[in-house]
């Protein structure tokens, strides 16, 4: 079956970074769009990156706009979610998502990781 395992999460001071992982097994990964979205408690979850099946084209959240890098490694099946010069507002989970590329339903989703940014 497919799955989508996030990696990465975890505490960070503010100013720090961390690189999230999503590993996806059971199906053709070049064959998906990969975006990242959060949820912050009490938040509804929103998009904050994602890079498309090619890796060629990527887009951000205005939030995190500089901050954050998305890529992916297609040989190795597993995107990235690079973020630097994290801020307290950056706390939430962290979700990955794959969409077939040129389609706008998402197929999977992973369990989320949590990153908690102190102050």
């Known amino acids: 079956q497919v799955q989508l395992v996030e990696s990465g999460g975890g505490l960070v001071q503010a100013g720090g970074s961390l690189r999230l992982s999503c590993a996806a097994s059971g199906l053709t990964f070049s064959n998906y769009d990969m975006d990242w979205f959060r949820q912050a408690p009490g938040k509804q979850r929103e998009f904050v990156a994602g890079?498309?099946?090619?890796?060629?084209?990527?887009s951000y959240a205005d939030s995190v706009k500089g901050r954050f890098t998305v890529s992916r490694d297609n040989a190795k099946g597993t995107a990235y979610l690079q973020m630097n010069s994290l801020r307290p507002e950056d706390t939430a989970v962290y979700y990955c998502?794959?969409?077939?590329?040129?389609?706008?339903?998402?197929?999977?989703w992973g369990q989320g990781t949590q990153v908690t940014v102190s102050s």
């Open positions: 998502a794959a969409r077939r590329a040129f389609r706008s339903a998402y197929d999977y």
């Open positions: 890079v498309n099946w090619a890796g060629s084209s990527s």
